[in-house]
């Protein structure tokens, strides 16, 4: 008398997808998977990838639920029992997650827990259970998120799908300086928050701009992807050293390369067009002077009573030395603002 073989227990796989990537792109792994699967199931009927599956003459059933007497989406469906009795004998049955996201759908993590509870038992012989991505996200991809998310906001919010480039421009600046700020902390946490709020005033003001504004007519409507294919052309022109014939062995090379496309690009009438006004004064008086330098002009200072003028020479000479004044004056009012608060505190240093 011989010893019975053990009956091979087969393979569970869940096959999870992005949906920030196309439905049909599949990893080479995935549509071999799902081509030498014995069953494919997915309690989605409308979810994205299943028009492709079709193409492919893969069939799909729907329906799955994790106990028996559970409600179940179709008439097809089976409890975590029945899905390892559908393995036995080394058949391969592939799960699809609903809804075509990176996690399991509710359905699906019902029917984990009941493969999970069934294993736990002991007296039953478990398939083997594999996790399979079948897309994954590309860098980047998260982005796509925060388009979908502003759209919906700028469409639904009362208050965001009023709003106009004007009225925002005031956070525009504040976020600007709120990222200054966490820069010179050196706290990264708050340094990714900031980069992120830095990131929705582009993608907000991208959004209006796709609406077309009436207090702007004339002005062609544009979206994130003009904004960002507009970039993409402006960095690949002005570094001819990574995507030219060019080259540059320092980062005094690629600078000089920058300003002669600039200039080029601009054909601006002066070395003072493009700097804004607007700014802070000693980085106004800053930019200024590094024009006047790059340009190689002899231009002297403009002379005159008062503290504005005696702020303009040292802005120069900061400049010229190779120093920020608008970074080294606020490093010192920071240094000042910690005097303020050991004195407030009795002359006790706070941590």
Not at 282 to 290: F, T
């Amino acid at each position: 008398m011989t010893d019975e073989a053990p009956a091979t227990p087969g393979r569970i796989v869940l096959l999870t997808v992005s949906h920030r990537v196309a439905p049909g792109l599949l990893s080479w792994p995935a549509w071999q998977t799902l081509r030498a699967a014995d069953r494919v199931l997915c309690a989605d009927g409308a979810h994205p990838l299943l028009p492709y599956l079709r193409e492919a003459g893969i069939t799909v059933e729907s329906g799955i639920t994790a106990e028996a007497g559970a409600p179940a989406p179709a008439p097809a469906a089976l409890t975590a029992r029945d899905l390892v009795d559908e393995c036995a004998g080394g058949r391969t049955v592939v799960v699809i997650p609903s809804g075509g996201g990176d996690g399991e759908g509710a359905g699906e993590g019902a029917l984990t827990d009941g493969l999970a509870r069934l294993a736990g038992s002991g007296r039953v012989q478990m398939p083997d259970l594999e996790l399979l991505p079948g897309s994954y996200d590309l860098p980047g991809a998260r982005l796509l998120d925060l388009v979908h998310v502003m759209d919906r906001i700028r469409r639904e919010c009362p208050w965001s799908s009023t709003q106009t480039h004007k009225g925002l421009a005031k956070y525009g600046i504040e976020e600007a300086y709120e990222l200054v700020e966490a820069i010179e902390d050196g706290d990264g946490d708050e340094l990714r928050e900031e980069l992120g709020d830095v990131l929705l005033q582009v993608v907000f003001h991208a959004r209006i701009a796709q609406d077309g504004l009436e207090e702007e007519e004339g002005r062609d409507p544009f979206s994130i992807d003009d904004v960002a294919a507009t970039i993409v052309e402006k960095l690949i022109h002005r570094h001819p050293h990574v995507f030219g014939d060019e080259t540059a062995e320092t980062p005094e090379d690629v600078k000089a390369h920058w300003l002669r496309t600039k200039a080029v690009e601009k054909q601006r009438d002066s070395v003072t067009d493009g700097v804004p006004l607007g700014q802070p004064g000693l980085a106004l008086a800053s930019k200024l002077a590094g024009r006047v330098r790059t340009a190689g002009l002899d231009v002297g200072l403009p002379s005159g009573d008062g503290i504005g003028y005696e702020l303009l020479a040292m802005a120069v000479r900061a400049e010229e030395a190779g120093i920020d004044p608008e970074t080294a004056l606020r490093a010192a009012a920071r240094t000042y603002r910690d005097a303020i608060r050991t004195a407030e505190t009795g002359g006790t240093a706070t941590e």
